[in-house]
């Protein structure tokens, strides 16, 4: 079998990868799943924050590991945290026990985050495909949005079928056991490791190396500090639609057998199958965009557009056509900035070092979430949602504002 042959192959494996990663059904109606069991929007907030301390305490850990002892196995490991934080889910009904599975999905996340990228990365220099790196990292993240829209699709029809959402964490588990699987097949050079025991002396070392690395290099604070920030607002956002459809009373019924509180999570459901849809043909051929721009000015731009969004969101809090459609336009935007800042990360960062420093820009992200979930759903909760879109809009204008002036003089810190 020629190499092109091998490659090719091996590519769509990483796209499967993502593919199975985000048929996670209960995605759709989460929130919808807490808010039913009596949880405020500020004790959503914790339980993000929750999730995002745990990612912030093991993220730079796990990319160490990643790099030293195997990503192959670390990825293994995160899909057994995974598994066991959707059956506690599945079996909770009180903030408490919902606080052990989002710890358990923290640490999934955490041993997972940045590795799967950085595999990619490597495997793209041992096969001297350096110059493609965003064509082929948009590619394998379409699959993760087809993933995604399939399982939006299938979630509509597993809402009417099945007796309690509670079973939609059960059927999310089989898809995770087939990305094991997967994952066993990759290449053996992509598991390789420095040292075939595990020594906390070399390992804490090797963290304060990485920590060190990134403080002194000015530009790669700056690059991280731009990712992380613009995706840890959309990360406290992006699922806000479910909330919305709970507050807004629903003035079309298109199943007259079916309640409000099922059209509810149908329509959650199929809106997040047509976000989807659009984000996987956006995000493949994001890398196009470069041809008029560079990743300077368009990751910029993305503030400024994300916030005009965000407040027109805002104003027309209450009809649901214009905040589904902003809600597109969100995804949009993230799914444009995120294949480009990946490049920009993987082109500047240290090749040996690469799934620790991506594991760094997802424990600044982790950070932010941590102090500014809970405060936003306090503004959700006692000032409105409304109030809430158009002052994150307002500060992503201004930050985009402020990249500007930078960007006349010194070098942009915010992009």
């Not at 990825?75 to 506690?88: E, P």
């Not at 993760?144 to 079928?161: D, E, N």
């Not at 920590?211 to 290099?217: A, H, I, S």
């Not at 294949?339 to 040996?352: F, K, R, S, T, W």
Request: proline share 2%; aromatic share 16%; hydrophobic share 50%.
């Amino acid at each position: 079998m020629d190499d092109t042959h091998l490659i090719k192959r091996q590519i769509t494996k990483f796209g499967f990868y993502g593919f199975f990663k985000n048929l996670r059904f209960f995605d759709p109606v989460l929130l919808i799943y807490l808010y039913s069991f009596g949880l405020s929007v500020f004790y959503i907030g914790l339980l993000y924050s929750v999730r995002e301390t745990i990612i912030y305490i093991f993220e730079i850990p796990s990319g160490v590991f990643a790099d030293r002892y195997g990503k192959k196995t670390e990825l293994i490991l995160c899909f057994v945290f995974y598994i066991a934080s959707f059956i506690i889910f599945a079996i909770g009904t009180v903030f408490w026990v919902f606080v052990i599975a989002m710890i358990l999905f923290g640490l999934g996340e955490a041993f997972r985050s940045g590795t799967h990228k950085a595999m990619i990365m490597q495997y793209m220099d041992e096969k001297n495909l350096k110059d493609e790196k965003s064509k082929i990292y948009g590619k394998t993240r379409s699959y993760s949005m087809i993933g995604s829209m399939i399982s939006s699709l299938f979630t509509i029809y597993l809402v009417i079928a099945l007796p309690e959402l509670k079973f939609l964490f059960f059927l999310a588990i089989i898809p995770y056991l087939f990305d094991i699987i997967l994952i066993m097949t990759y290449p053996p050079f992509l598991n390789e490791k420095k040292e075939s025991s595990f020594k906390w002396k070399s390992f804490i070392k090797e963290n304060k190396k990485t920590l060190t690395y990134v403080w002194q290099d000015k530009k790669m604070r700056s690059i991280l500090f731009r990712s992380s920030s613009y995706q840890a607002m959309f990360k406290i956002l992006k699922d806000f639609i479910q909330l919305i459809l709970v507050s807004i009373p629903l003035s079309v019924l298109l199943f007259n057998r079916f309640s409000a509180d099922e059209h509810i999570e149908i329509y959650s459901a199929m809106m997040y199958a047509v976000i989807f849809f659009i984000s996987a043909i956006v995000t493949r051929n994001a890398y196009r965009l470069l041809k008029l721009s560079n990743h300077e000015k368009i990751t910029a731009l993305m503030w400024a557009l994300s916030g005009i969004t965000m407040i027109t969101i805002g104003v027309f809090i209450n009809q649901l056509i214009v905040t589904f459609i902003g809600f597109v336009f969100m995804y949009v935007f993230l799914n444009i900035r995120k294949p480009l800042m990946v490049e920009v990360i993987g082109d500047y960062a240290d090749p040996n070092r690469r799934a620790s420093v991506l594991s760094i820009d997802s424990q600044l992200t982790s950070i932010i979430i941590i102090v500014f979930a809970p405060l936003l759903g306090l503004l959700a909760d006692y000032a409105s949602y409304r109030f809430m879109f158009i002052l994150v809009g307002g500060l992503m204008v201004v930050i985009y504002l402020l990249s500007l002036k930078n960007r006349n003089g010194i070098k942009s810190k915010l992009a």
